[in-house]
């Protein structure tokens, strides 16, 4: 099976891929905080693409967001799917 890390840069990298990982949960029956509610066994036949399952069956997207100034993390994090990220895959500063 393969697996995807999506690697996020800058403003307009970090919003599309706030959308993306929006779309793709959506898509897959995840919910803000990675847990699945999803009604069909084919959300989850390729979720490990994109996911790492943790503990508790929480789903935790594969993605780095990289950025030189911390604002647009700021505006991830408190998105509507900004509590699904790990927080030690927020990289900013220069």
């Not at 840069?9 to 995840?30: L, P, R, T």
């Not at 509610?37 to 693409?49: A, F, K, T, W």
């Not at 950025?67 to 647009?72: F, K, Q, R, W």
Request: aromatic share 10%; hydrophobic share 35%.
């Amino acid at each position: 099976m393969r697996e995807m890390a999506q690697l996020q840069a800058g403003q307009c990298g970090n919003q599309i891929g706030s959308k993306f990982w929006e779309v793709i949960s959506d898509e897959h029956g995840v919910d803000p905080t990675g847990t699945y509610h999803g009604d069909s066994d084919l959300q989850l036949e390729r979720i490990n693409v994109y996911y790492n399952e943790a503990t508790g069956g929480k789903f935790v997207p594969r993605a780095i967001m990289v950025d030189l100034e911390p604002g647009t993390m700021d505006s991830v994090r408190s998105g509507p799917f900004g509590q699904i990220f790990r927080p030690d895959n927020f990289v900013f500063g220069g």
